[in-house]
């Protein structure tokens, strides 16, 4: 199948869409949980986690997953940059494509809306910046781990312990547990 113009944008936006609008129901400690049939048939993994979900779409048509992809690709980044993010990486992601799709149109030059958006992109940098803060001890990572969580007070005082037992020198790994305990060893 081949696909042009605007025919082929509408297919990419879909695929954006499609994909985004699954992750974001996962947002935040009051997100929905999504059932994913395993490859196969094999059975179902239930979850919450932005980008399993994200990697677990895939549509029948190629353009689709195409825009799905590119939704994908902007969550992976996120987890290997940040560890964490993904399902808003997946929101933002989707409104600008959806901006961006509107701006061409609405007839906006290709170049200048480049010429805009890496503008836009060091003054978002620069406020990031500004108003990031430095963690300055384990509760300020306890406070962080609890979001990350979402909520779950026993594993975030499980990461403060590990931080205080390492002096941040560490790299937490985290597997599945055999049974329904959470535990850590150092």
């Known amino acids: 199948m081949i696909v042009k113009g605007k025919e082929s944008q509408e297919k990419l936006l879909e ?55 590119f939704i994908k690709n902007a969550a992976k980044k996120t987890v290997d940059e940040a560890g964490d993010g993904t399902t808003t990486t997946s929101i933002l992601t989707q409104s600008m494509c959806n901006n ?3 701006e061409l149109e609405l007839g906006k030059n290709q170049n200048e809306l480049i010429k ?7 003054m978002v940098v620069k406020y990031i910046k500004d108003k990031s803060k430095k963690i300055k001890n384990t509760e300020d990572i306890k406070n962080i781990a609890l979001v990350s969580s979402n909520n779950d007070l026993e594993i975030a005082n499980n990461i403060k312990d590990i931080y205080d037992n390492t002096n941040f020198n560490v790299v937490i790994d985290v597997v599945e547990s055999e049974n329904d305990l959470t535990n850590y060893e150092i």
């Open 15 to 69: 695929g954006i869409n499609g994909t985004a609008d699954v992750v974001k129901t996962t947002l935040g400690t009051k997100g929905r949980t999504v059932l994913i049939q395993e490859k196969y048939g094999l059975g179902f993994n239930i979850t919450k986690d932005g980008v399993t979900v994200a990697n677990s779409i895939s549509f029948d048509e190629e353009y689709l997953n195409i825009g799905s992809d």
């Open 100 to 102: 961006i799709f509107k």
């Open 116 to 122: 805009d958006l890496k503008e836009d992109l060091e």
